[in-house]
């Protein structure tokens, strides 16, 4: 019989990530059936199960609102768990979803592997031990993240970030502009407001104030681009860029192109402020909640940083804003230092060295599958004992 694995992932990155995982599982055994809840990245790898767009949403009052759809996926994966004869489950970051998914695995005693650890190093820290109960193997993507479980002897290995085989990008700044018809623009600023609409709807006005400001300070018109993802609405927000008085191309599919082609950028936190950090782009970070998530996470997040680039770097390499904090004045006014000091973006290029470095080599699709099937053939043979 084929093997067959249970793979949940709840959020974009994840969805690409899930989907790389699965190719590599794909390679080491070919016919391997996957099933449980994921996007369009991991479905069109064969992946059949749930969407995972239902249940994607960050912070307390988004979801509150989708709980409905939230407890039927749960309710419908437990299902599934409990009639599919898996090999194994293997868990893709969100975690207060897959954790519950793994409580259930655990029950029936399928091997539990967890791929992109929570962020248990930022908030709600005692959830290792939580983890440690229902996980048997943990993969995580930062160096930094193997001392975060030390203590609670969970089997941890770290497998490098596949952001470092992704967030690449071969041509020149030159030959990105010409791809992206950008040839005779001075200037070039990138703006990423995320992929989420809560995270658009409360970033973007911000971005495009922030970009007319940017226009005035420079004494000329810059291009604006914005790399918009499969969940960016134009009929939502192409009124407002309209309205912005300044020059925004929107582009689809070519995040990293359009990066390669900037100057600068501004970026909500996330995964994608660490592929800025990759493709080389000086930046700003910026991120925007509802007031009630963040009076919550003020509350338990133990971080002095929130960037992933300055979290993994140990510092602050890049300027990063939030909630009240994020204003087009502040954003401008580091903007226009990026693009007129010339030391300014040399600190910021010598930390993304740094960071690159930290994050080790590419490949971490391929041993992180290495890992998921050791850990399979590990559990047969002592069930077989």
């Known amino acids: 019989m084929p093997m067959k694995i249970f793979i949940s992932s709840g959020e974009e990155s994840g969805d690409h990530h899930g989907a790389a995982l699965m190719a590599a599982l794909k390679r080491s055994k070919p016919g391997i059936i996957f099933k449980g809840m994921g996007g369009k990245s991991m479905r069109s790898a064969g992946l059949v199960g749930l969407d995972a767009k239902e249940v994607s949403v960050v912070g307390i009052t988004e979801v509150i609102g989708r709980m409905p759809k939230i407890l039927y996926a749960l309710k419908t994966l ?158 939502t927000f192409c009124p407002a860029l309209k309205a912005s008085g300044i020059d925004v191309r929107v582009v689809h599919g070519s995040m990293h192109t359009a990066l390669r082609a900037a ?50 770097a140990g510092r602050k390499v890049v300027e990063e804003y939030i909630q009240d904090e994020v204003t087009p004045e502040r954003l401008s006014e580091q903007i226009l230092d990026i693009l007129e000091n010339p030391d300014r973006r040399a600190a910021i290029e010598s930390g993304y060295k740094e960071i690159s470095k930290r994050l080790g080599e590419s490949g971490a699709a391929d041993r992180a599958a290495r890992a998921v099937l050791k850990s399979i053939s590990e559990k047969s043979d002592t069930t077989q004992l």
Do not use: H
Not at 286 to 304: E, G
């Open 78 to 235: 437990k299902a599934e768990l409990q009639s599919g004869n898996f090999d194994a489950v293997v868990l893709i970051d969100f975690p207060d979803f897959n954790l519950k998914v793994a409580k259930e695995a655990k029950r029936l005693g399928l091997p539990v592997i967890y791929y992109i650890s929570p962020q248990v190093w930022a908030w709600r820290k005692n959830r290792v031990w939580k983890i440690a109960k229902l996980v048997d193997k943990m993969l995580v993507i930062f160096p930094f993240e193997l001392e975060v479980y030390k203590k609670t002897r969970l089997d941890v290995e770290f497998v490098g970030n596949p952001i470092v085989e992704s967030a690449v990008c071969a041509l020149t700044k030159e030959e990105a502009r010409k791809e992206l018809d950008l040839e005779n623009a001075a200037t070039v600023v990138a703006l990423l407001p995320g992929s989420r609409t809560s995270e658009i709807t409360r970033l973007l006005n911000i971005m495009l104030g922030a970009g007319a400001q940017i226009d005035k300070g420079l004494g000329r018109q810059a291009v604006f681009v914005l790399p918009a993802s499969s969940s960016f609405d134009a009929e």
């Open 263 to 312: 100057d600068a950028a501004i970026v909500a936190s996330g995964t994608a402020s660490l592929e800025t950090a990759l493709i080389g782009t000086p930046m700003v970070i910026v991120y925007i909640m509802s007031t009630i998530t963040f009076t919550v996470a003020r509350a338990i997040v133990d971080l002095k940083l929130f960037g992933l680039p300055n979290i993994v």
